[in-house]
Every structure is written in structure tokens, then in C-alpha cells.
């Protein structure tokens, strides 16, 4: 079984900072890309972040230069670095990882529980 999970949102005020991280935990043989997504009420999952397993990265227009997606493969960690934050990022949050359980079997993607992002003053 393969979980992940977030930590790290909160309420912020306007131009701050906030670091997200996610783990992933459980019978994993490899992990492939991880990201990022966001979600308000009514709307649909966005991507914000994603970052291959050679690091390689990309960004949603709206966050590039702003946030920074970053992963440590040994802890099987994944980040988000959010600076300048604007009432617009304001979102539930979502890891998100293509995890190999096994040399045999396919990836499959996973997803955490979100963690909420609040940008206000």
C-alpha cells in the first residue's frame, strides 16, 4: 500500500512564503514524476508543478518565478516553495506521484489528501 502525504499549508498574508512538503510511504520500488495540483471549489485540478525523476521541471504560467518544485529521491520527498503568494494561489493543494510497487507492474499515479492554502490579509 502506497500513501502519500502533504503538510505545510496554512494562512498566509499577501507576498509571503510557505514550503509544502510531501512523503511518500509504503511498498514503493521506484517513483517516476511527482507534482503538484491545485484545486478551488467549482473548478477543475490544475497543475501547478512537476518535476521528472532526472529533475526536470515545469510550471504553470502563473507560478513561474515564484515557486520552486523540488524532490529528494532518497526520502522519497517531494516540495513545493511558494514565495510571493497571491490570493489567487489560495487552493487545497495535491501531491501527486507515478509509483512503480514493483519491477513487474506498470506505474500508477497516486494522490494525498491536499492540504489547504489560504492567502489573505
Known amino acids: 500500500q502506497v500513501q502519500l502525504v502533504e503538510s505545510g499549508g496554512g494562512l498566509v498574508q499577501p507576498g509571503g512564503s510557505l514550503r509544502l512538503s510531501c512523503a511518500a510511504s509504503g511498498r514503493i520500488f521506484s517513483i517516476n514524476g511527482m507534482g503538484w495540483y491545485r484545486q478551488t471549489p467549482g473548478k477543475q485540478r490544475e497543475l501547478v508543478a512537476a518535476i521528472a525523476s532526472d529533475g526536470k521541471t515545469n510550471y504553470v504560467a502563473s507560478v513561474k518565478g515564484r515557486f520552486t518544485i523540488s524532490r529528494d529521491n532518497a526520502k522519497k520527498l517531494v516540495y513545493l516553495q511558494m514565495n510571493s503568494l497571491e490570493p489567487e494561489d489560495t487552493a487545497v493543494y495535491y501531491c501527486?506521484?507515478?509509483?512503480?510497487?514493483?519491477?513487474?507492474?506498470?506505474?500508477?499515479?497516486?494522490w494525498g489528501q491536499g492540504t489547504q492554502v489560504t492567502v489573505s490579509s
Open positions: 501527486n506521484a507515478e509509483i512503480k510497487t514493483s519491477i513487474a507492474l506498470p506505474a500508477f499515479t497516486y
